[in-house]
């Protein structure tokens, strides 16, 4: 099984990721845990580029780095894992390249799912969490953290990317959950581990 976090930054998806991990490995289930973009050597050293560059990236360029580290973390580490019987958990995954690169760079929505469709060879998280927080919100909980290359677009981006992610559940019901992660980290917490726990 395949479970996926998405949100924007400071919405809290790695505490939820590490609490779902727990939860899982108390009923006895072999848990992976992997993020996006990173996960093996060369995925993370496509992340350190694409995050922390100092030239003007070309948004084709942006994407097709992130696709390239998707591929390298899709074929040696999720497929074997889920072929092991593993329960994989992964911070991002696709959504975020439709959200940001498709609805926030505004690369055409076509282009964004064929590459993504290569990079997965056509693989669907079972269950993705979207931990919505208002973009006001998120910036009073992050505001100390030193920020990324892609934190430092500005707000009419991360407005754009949210309503993407909206999008996205609409056209995905059957597996997108939208979690209002404006509680407690322990209230959301117990949200997701009841869809999971629907789900095993
Ligand atoms: P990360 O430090 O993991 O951010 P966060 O803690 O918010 O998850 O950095 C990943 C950044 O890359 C984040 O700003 C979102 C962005 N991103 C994309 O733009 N497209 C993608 O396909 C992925 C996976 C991430």
Redesign the pocket.
Known sequence: MLITFE?????G??TQLRWLREFLESLGRKVRTL????GSELSERI?DI??FTKENVAPRA?LLL?EAA?AQLVETLILPALAAGEIVLC????D??T???GY?RGLPLDEIAECNKIATQSLKPDLTFFLDLSLEESKNRSHNRHQ?R??QAGDEFFEKVLAGFHKIAEQSPERFHIIDASGTSRETSAKIIEIVKAKL
Not at 7 to 11: A, L, M, N
Request: charged share 35%; with cysteine; aromatic share 14%.
């Open positions: 949100g924007i930054d400071g919405c998806k790695t993020r996006e973009p990173g992340r694409l995050l942006e992130f998707r911070d991002r995954f696709y975020s390249t959200a940001y690169q926030g990324d892609i934190e």
